[in-house]
C-alpha cells in the first residue's frame, strides 16, 4: 500500500463523513422539525417511543443525533426519563438503515439491472439530479431533497474511494495479522468503540469496517466483536452532551451507555457459550458489506427485544448512578444541544416565547385591577413576574442569535426574525405593569382614589386593552394573522379613547375638579395604557410584514391607515362603536 492508496482513503473518508453530514442536513430540513417535534408528543408508551426513534433515525441518518435531541427534551423537562428509554432503544434500531444502504457497494452482477444497483453507477445520476435541484429549483424543499440527493452521491463516492484504497492491504501481512488480534472479543469490542468514539458516528464506523471487509482480510470472528463495539462507542457524543446538564438528562444518557454495554455483554456471551458447544462454522468464513449490516441489525434488534421489557429496571440504575441532590434553578432556560438541529431550536424558543406572552398579559391585567383594589401579595407576584419577563428576553435574545447563524429554512428564519422583534414588546408590557403598580401604590399610600365617573371612564379603555392583549397574544401564539390585522384597528380606537380622556382631563384640572397630585397619577396611567397598545400593535404589524416577506412598517401604516383600506375601516368602526366612553366624567 503506498502513499496514493493512503491519500485516497483519507479523502474517501473525508468525502463519506461530509457526504452523511450534507444528507443528515438536508433530511432534517426537509422533515422540518416534524419529526422531532413527534418525539415530543408521540412518547406515551415504551413501544411507541422504541417505534418512533426506529423512525426518525432512519430518516435522519443518526443515531447519536437523535439520543442527544432525547437528551435536551429531557433535560428541559419536555419528555420524562421513561419516555426517553424505547426512544434511545428505537434509535439503536434505526441506525442500521445506514448499513443497510451502504452494503449497496457490495452488489455484484453483470445484468443491467445488478449494474445499475451499483452506487459507482447509480450516484452520478443521483448527483446531477441533485445539482440540478439545488441550482434551478426556486422551492426551500426542493432544494433541500438537492441535497439529499448531492449527500447520499458524495456519501458513495467516498465509499466506494475508501474501498478501492484498502484493496491492497490484502497483501499485507501486518493488516492481516492486526485484524486476526481484533478476533478476540476484547480487543475487538474496545477497536469499534475508539473508533467510533473518536469520529463520533456508529453509522460512520460501520461504514469504515464494510469499506474494509472489501479486502478479503475480515471474517466473521473478528467483524462481530468490533461491530458491538462501535455501539458502545456511539454513546460517547451522548455522554458528552449531558456534561453540565441536570440530572435527568444525565441519566438518560446513561440509559444509553447501559442499554448498549448490558446488550454487548449478555448477547455475546450467549453467543460465546453456544458456540462452545455448537462450533459455528461460519465464524471464519470472510464477510461483506452486506454481512456487516446483518450483524449490525441483529446485534441492536437482539439487544432491543432482551432489555425493552427491563426498561424500568435500566431507569433504576441509572438513577442508582445519577443520584438526587438537593434542588435544581428553575430559571427559564433552551437547551443549547437542540442548535444542532435547527427546527427543533425554533420549535423550543416559539414554546418559551408564548409562555413569555401569556406572562406579561397576565401581568399587566393584575396591574390594572390594582387601580382603587391594592393588594401587597399581588404586588409581589407583579414583580416578580417582571422579573422573570426580564429572564425571557435575555435568554431568548441570546439563544435566538446563535440560533441566526444555523442554516434555517425560509419558514424558521421568518419566525426566529418574529420572535427577536417580539420578545423586546412582550419585556415592555411587563415594565409598563410595573409602572401601573407604581400609580396603584402611590394612591393606595396616599389614600385617594378616582371618582367613580372616572372609574367607569378607566373601565372602558381597560376593556379595550384586555381585548388587545388577548388577541396579540393569540395572534401570536397561533400565527393567526386574520386576527392580527384586527389589532391595528382597535389600537387605534384606544390611542383615540386615551386622546379624549387627555382633553376632559385638562378640562377637570381647569375647572378644578381634579387635584393636580390625582392628576399626574391620572395622566401616568393614560400614557402606560397607550403605550401597552402600542407594543401589541407592534407585535401584530411584525407577523403581517414577515409574512408578506417584508419589513416596511410605515408602509404597512400608511397603506391601512392614511390610504383607507377597507377591511382596517370596517374593523376600526365596529372597535368605535363597541368601546364608547361616558358622556361626563368627574375626577
Not at 468464513?285 to 432482551?306: G, K, Q, W
Not at 409562555?355 to 404586588?379: D, H, P, R, V
Not at 425560509?410 to 420578545?423: F, N, T
Request: aromatic letters at 8%; glycine letters at 6%; hydrophobic letters at 45%.
Amino acid at each position: 500500500m503506498d502513499i496514493f492508496s493512503v491519500l485516497g482513503l483519507i479523502g474517501g473518508l473525508a468525502l463519506f463523513l461530509f457526504g452523511m453530514n450534507t444528507m443528515g442536513d438536508g433530511l432534517e430540513k426537509l422533515s422540518g422539525g416534524r419529526l422531532e417535534s413527534m418525539l415530543e408528543k408521540m412518547t406515551s408508551n415504551t413501544i411507541k417511543g422504541f417505534a418512533l426513534g426506529v423512525g426518525v433515525t432512519a430518516i435522519i441518518q443518526s443515531s447519536s443525533a437523535t439520543t442527544v435531541m432525547v437528551v435536551g427534551f429531557v433535560n428541559s423537562g419536555i419528555m420524562r426519563l421513561s419516555q426517553a428509554i424505547g426512544i434511545i432503544m428505537g434509535a439503536n434500531v434505526g441506525t442500521t438503515v445506514t448499513a443497510w444502504l451502504l452494503s449497496l457497494t457490495g452488489v455484484e452482477g453483470d445484468s443491467i439491472v445488478m449494474k445499475m444497483m451499483q452506487p459507482i453507477n447509480f450516484s452520478p445520476i443521483l448527483a446531477m439530479i441533485g445539482i440540478a435541484l439545488i441550482m434551478f429549483a426556486k422551492n426551500g424543499k426542493k432544494k433541500d431533497a438537492g441535497n439529499i440527493l448531492v449527500g447520499f452521491a458524495i456519501l458513495m463516492f467516498g465509499m466506494n474511494m475508501m474501498s478501492t484504497a484498502v484493496k491492497p492491504l490484502a497483501e499485507v501481512p501486518e493488516f492481516t495479522s492486526i485484524l486476526t488480534m481484533f478476533s478476540n472479543p476484547i480487543f475487538g469490542i474496545l477497536a469499534g468503540a475508539l473508533l467510533t468514539a473518536v469520529i463520533q458516528s456508529s453509522s460512520a464506523s460501520v461504514g469504515i469496517l464494510q469499506a474494509l471487509s472489501v479486502t478479503g482480510a475480515i471474517s466473521f470472528s473478528t467483524a462481530i466483536p468490533i461491530v458491538m463495539g462501535q455501539n458502545i462507542g456511539t454513546c460517547v457524543t451522548a455522554m458528552i452532551s449531558c456534561i453540565g446538564a441536570k440530572k435527568n438528562a444525565k441519566r438518560a444518557a446513561f440509559v444509553h451507555l447501559y442499554f448498549n454495554i448490558i446488550g454487548t455483554v449478555v448477547i455475546l456471551a450467549l453467543f460465546y457459550g453456544i458456540n462452545a458447544f455448537v462450533d459455528f462454522k461460519f465464524l471464519n468464513d470472510i464477510v461483506n458489506p452486506a454481512d456487516i449490516a446483518i450483524i449490525h441489525t441483529v446485534f441492536n434488534i437482539s439487544a432491543t427485544a432482551l432489555l425493552l421489557p427491563f426498561s424500568k429496571l435500566l431507569e433504576k440504575l441509572a438513577c442508582l448512578t445519577v443520584r438526587d441532590k438537593g434542588t435544581e434553578d428553575d430559571t427559564p432556560f433552551i437547551d443549547e444541544r437542540f442548535l444542532n438541529t435547527p427546527a427543533v431550536a425554533t420549535a423550543q424558543c416559539k414554546s418559551m416565547t408564548v409562555k413569555m406572552a401569556e406572562l406579561s398579559k397576565k401581568t399587566i391585567l393584575q396591574a390594572f385591577s390594582m387601580i382603587g383594589n391594592y393588594n401587597e401579595k399581588t404586588a409581589e407576584k407583579i414583580m416578580e413576574n417582571e422579573d422573570k419577563l426580564d429572564r425571557y428576553e435575555d435568554v431568548l435574545g441570546t439563544y435566538l442569535v446563535k440560533l441566526c447563524s444555523k442554516s434555517l429554512t425560509p419558514k424558521d428564519s421568518a419566525e426566529v426574525s418574529k420572535m427577536l422583534h417580539d420578545i423586546g414588546d412582550f419585556e415592555r408590557i411587563g415594565d409598563h405593569a410595573v409602572n401601573v403598580l407604581d400609580v396603584a401604590k402611590e394612591m393606595n399610600e396616599k389614600k385617594v382614589r378616582f371618582s367613580p365617573k372616572a372609574i367607569e371612564e378607566l373601565v372602558v379603555l381597560n376593556d379595550a386593552l384586555t381585548e388587545i392583549l388577548t388577541n396579540s397574544v393569540e395572534a401570536f401564539e397561533q400565527d393567526n394573522y386574520v386576527l392580527a390585522e384586527h389589532i391595528e384597528p382597535l389600537e387605534q380606537v384606544i390611542d383615540n379613547l386615551t386622546d379624549e380622556l387627555k382633553l376632559r382631563h385638562i378640562k377637570r384640572l381647569q375647572d378644578g375638579e381634579c387635584t393636580i397630585e390625582l392628576g399626574f397619577m391620572y395622566s401616568d396611567l393614560l400614557t402606560n395604557y397607550e403605550r401597552v397598545s402600542d407594543h401589541c400593535s407592534n407585535i401584530a404589524v411584525c407577523m403581517i410584514e414577515l409574512s408578506r416577506e417584508s419589513f416596511g412598517t410605515h408602509e404597512y401604516l400608511h397603506e391601512i391607515k392614511d390610504m383607507g383600506q377597507r377591511d382596517f375601516v370596517e374593523s376600526y368602526k365596529e372597535y368605535k362603536v363597541k368601546y364608547v366612553l361616558p358622556e361626563t366624567v368627574n375626577a
